[in-house]
């Protein structure tokens, strides 16, 4: 079965810094999608930027960007210019492409405080 | 595009009372939707795929007695929780997918159950 870790309960950053939030899976499929998903204090899950398995350029979404490491198995999140608002749970999630299944695993969570 | 809507956001019951909890796909066919909870603090846990025209398909140890799903429309899902107690209070999320391993889910608003 697969795993997903953050082993990040919280991170805090500067506005205008840059903060990396981690997060590594356990698999042994070969073909798979990657997430990150940011739920604000209203509890809505917005996506911030997905990875493709067999794709090895990394995906980028304007201040978001991904460091994937396949072989690791590592999928962190970089946000760049942090902004107030993007203070939030940030959760990593995994999806199977060969199983017959679409579901969503998620990791815990890291909760991201942005101070001005 | 592929915005789903969950009716309703907040809902707050007596111990003993059946809720029925909706997410609608607004403008893309849900062949499948897929129910989350997620309790205080903690991450999403997967409950059930629901699949249009078929049963669902339940997670290891969530009651299919207790929290019953119907998928009778490609737009709709409905889950209702029996006989509630406090301990079914939690956060409800439904994303759908349309069935394309490409395409990512759009989550619902989610509902907060309150069991009293």
């Known amino acids: 079965a697969q795993t997903v870790t953050q082993s990040q309960p919280e991170m805090s950053v500067q506005e205008a810094e840059t903060v990396t939030l981690s997060c590594t899976y356990d698999t042994s499929e070969s073909d798979y999608y990657l997430f990150w998903y940011k739920q604000p204090p209203s509890r809505q899950m917005i996506l911030v930027i997905r990875?493709?398995?067999?794709?090895?350029q990394n995906a980028t979404e304007n201040r978001f960007s991904v460091n994937f490491q396949k072989a690791a198995k590592s999928f962190s999140l970089k946000i760049s210019d942090s902004q107030l608002g993007d203070a939030a749970m940030y959760f990593c999630?995994?999806?199977?492409?060969?199983?017959?299944?679409?579901?969503?695993?998620f990791g815990t969570g890291t909760r991201l405080q942005v101070f001005p | 595009g592929a915005v789903v809507s969950q009716h309703p956001s907040r809902v707050i019951c007596k111990s003993g009372t059946s809720v029925k909890i909706e997410c609608r796909s607004l403008d893309f066919q849900a062949t499948t939707m897929f129910w989350y909870r997620q309790f205080p603090k903690q991450s999403l846990m997967l409950m059930a795929t629901?699949?249009?025209?078929?049963?669902?398909?339940?997670e290891q140890g969530v009651e299919k007695d207790k929290f019953l799903i119907n998928h009778a429309s490609l737009t709709l899902s409905t889950l209702t929780v029996t006989s509630a107690h406090p301990e079914d209070s939690s956060f409800y999320i439904c994303?759908?997918?349309?069935?394309?391993?490409?395409?990512?889910?759009?989550f619902g608003d989610g509902t907060r159950l309150s069991i009293l």
């Open positions: 994303p759908g997918g349309t069935g394309c391993r490409n395409q990512p889910q759009h």
């Open positions: 629901s699949n249009e025209g078929s049963k669902a398909t339940y």
């Open positions: 999630a995994y999806r199977s492409v060969l199983n017959n299944t679409d579901k969503l695993i």
């Open positions: 990875q493709e398995a067999y794709k090895q």
